[in-house]
């Protein structure tokens, strides 16, 4: 099996390496990852410069890095390697729930793939409040058992996976939908300019059984993705309502 590995922390960072060793208990590993940070790049692609793809060394793992999105780098080593079948995507530094989803770059590094129709699942993990790492190590065997049950499970096209910092267990959610209060805060840098900061307030309360709510009680939270956006019960309301004119 080939595996392809990839994030949007840049190629150095230690969720990525992880993921690479579990990896290669399942496989031929090959990482294709940012040269630089690329966080909140949701699917962007570069279209208007070229990119390069050069290779580099992680403990003893094939690497590539690549001036551009996580979603370009995919897209490349899927280019580059012939017949991947499967793509793995992070550990993320930081969760990727909720309306996170929308705007990670690691979780579109695996709907690239799902693109170009290979099996993808992208991993996340929290940083605590003073911003450190989590303990990469620990999460290394349920890493393991979310591609065990990934691969085990027919006709998954995409997963997006989260861990705490100290998982008791694996759920099935479904992605938590809660809206916010955009927050615009002001401030002034050192050279008296003024600058913004993006912030947000959820209105809601966290929902059961959403990839929050399974965070928050102290399990990993496993959510099939689709690329179809269409809502199909608000279509279905739609064409009985009001029906399409007739040709």
Known sequence: MRILVSNDDGV????????????????????????VEQSAMSHAITVRRPLHYTQTRIEGIEAYRVDGTPADCVALGAHHWDKVDLVLTGINLGLNIGHNIWHSGT?????????????????????????????????EPYVAEVIETFLATPRMPLLNANFPLEPKGLRWTRMSVRHYEG??????DPMGRRHYWFAERPRERVEPDTDRWAIEQGYGSLTPL???LTDGDRLAQVLDERPDPEA
């Open 226 to 228: 689709r690329l179809d």
């Open 12 to 35: 150095h960072s230690p969720g990525l390496h992880t993921l690479a060793r579990v990896a290669q208990r399942f496989g031929d590993v090959r990482v294709v990852a940012p040269d």
């Open 183 to 188: 927050l615009v805060i002001p401030g002034e």
């Open 107 to 139: 979780v579109a590094a695996a709907k690239q793939a799902s693109f170009l129709g290979i099996p993808a699942v992208a991993f996340s993990a929290p940083v605590d409040e003073a911003g450190a790492e989590p303990d990469f190590s620990a999460l």
